[in-house]
């Protein structure tokens, strides 16, 4: 998976509970992103970032926020949890080439269920 | 706001035959598109990304064409075989901006399935 590691790989949690997941990558890629894919709607863009402090929103971005101190990682979190995030999330990254048409490298995923 | 459709059916095919994806798109006009690779508990893996001002587009026993007048990419794999049993992401170009990375949008897959 091109350097990309996401943890944890499942979790549980209950509604109303914060959330944290971690992607960490040893490419030294510039930009990482954030998705969820759920049956019926693909791969939705959820932030992204494009170095270091620097990030904006994607399409679904409400209720998540994320943070990036160091290139290697981007963290996303779900600030009070709730069932309609319960979702597989992928981490991307992408850049290694220099240009904004690279391809993304996708992480293993995590998949997350708010009971 | 963009909209971007993939075959909605899986498509079952026989091995040895060609496979073709389709993917269409509305409200927008892409740089570029790319195809994605996903197995069943997988992150996405990119197989080709064609330019607007690209026709077509091969690598080994894959072909990507794209109509930016139909706002449609196609998707071939000839002389399938079982293991490219798999669902495939068409993804969208909606408009990186310098400094800020690549954006896409993705369909939502075609599932393919190769029988011997």
């Known amino acids: 998976d091109a350097g990309i590691t996401q943890s944890p790989r499942h979790k549980v949690t209950e509604t109303g509970t914060p959330v944290t997941l971690r992607c960490h990558q040893t490419?030294?890629?510039?930009?990482m992103y954030w998705y969820r894919q759920d049956p019926g709607h693909g791969l939705r863009l959820i932030h992204y970032s494009y170095g270091v402090k620097d990030t904006d929103k994607g399409e679904v971005s409400d209720g998540y926020s994320v943070s990036r101190s160091k290139t290697e990682d981007f963290l996303l979190t779900l600030e009070s949890a709730t069932s309609s995030q319960t979702s597989v999330y992928f981490c991307?990254?992408?850049?290694?080439?220099?240009?904004?048409?690279?391809?993304?490298?996708f992480g293993p995923g995590t998949r997350l269920t708010v009971t | 706001s963009q909209k971007i459709e993939q075959n909605s059916e899986a498509l079952n095919i026989q091995e040895g035959k060609t496979a073709t994806l389709t993917c269409n798109y509305t409200n927008y006009s892409p740089a570029y598109l790319q195809w994605y690779r996903q197995d069943p508990g997988r992150g996405p893996v990119f197989l080709l990304l064609?330019?607007?001002?690209?026709k077509e587009k091969r690598k080994e026993r894959l072909k990507v064409t794209f109509d930016t007048t139909l706002k449609q990419s196609l998707f071939h794999i000839t002389a399938s075989q079982p293991a490219d049993s798999a669902t495939y992401l068409c993804?969208?170009?909606?408009?990186?901006?310098?400094?800020?990375?690549?954006?896409?949008?993705f369909g939502q897959g075609t599932e393919l399935s190769v029988k011997p």
């Open positions: 490419e030294n890629h510039r930009y």
């Open positions: 991307a990254i992408s850049g290694g080439g220099g240009s904004l048409m690279d391809e993304q490298y």
């Open positions: 064609i330019r607007e001002n690209e």
């Open positions: 993804a969208l170009d909606i408009g990186g901006f310098v400094n800020q990375g690549g954006k896409l949008i």
